[in-house]
């Protein structure tokens, strides 16, 4: 008779998303929810439509001054945004006008 120690049901799912194909567009998403989170409500406000493609986090910025102080620091947000996700998402940020 096999005796199954019992899991938390978040340790099991993670088990389950993990490798599967589920596991790329919900850290995706997840990317984007930390936006706002990392950057703060005022560039939130500033912000339009943010979507990951092929690892490319695309923002569209309503402010040309924004637009070019986050060009700057595109490289450190990607490490901030990637470590707050806890993988590899992204490989770089475009900005949108």
Not at 28 to 48: D, N, S, Y
Not at 64 to 83: P, S, T, W
Request: no cysteine; hydrophobic share 50%; proline share 4%.
């Amino acid at each position: 008779m096999e005796i199954h120690k019992a899991r938390p049901i978040g340790e099991l799912l993670a088990d389950f998303i993990h490798g599967s194909d589920l596991e790329q567009p919900l850290l995706e998403r997840k990317v984007v929810a930390l936006w706002p989170e990392l950057l703060g409500p005022t560039i939130a406000q500033m912000t339009g439509e943010i979507q990951v493609k092929n690892g490319v986090l695309l923002v569209h910025i309503h402010s040309a001054a924004l637009k070019a102080q986050l060009f700057d620091i595109r490289h450190e947000l990607v490490r901030k945004l990637n470590e707050a996700a806890g993988a590899q998402v992204l490989k770089d940020i475009r900005l949108l006008g």
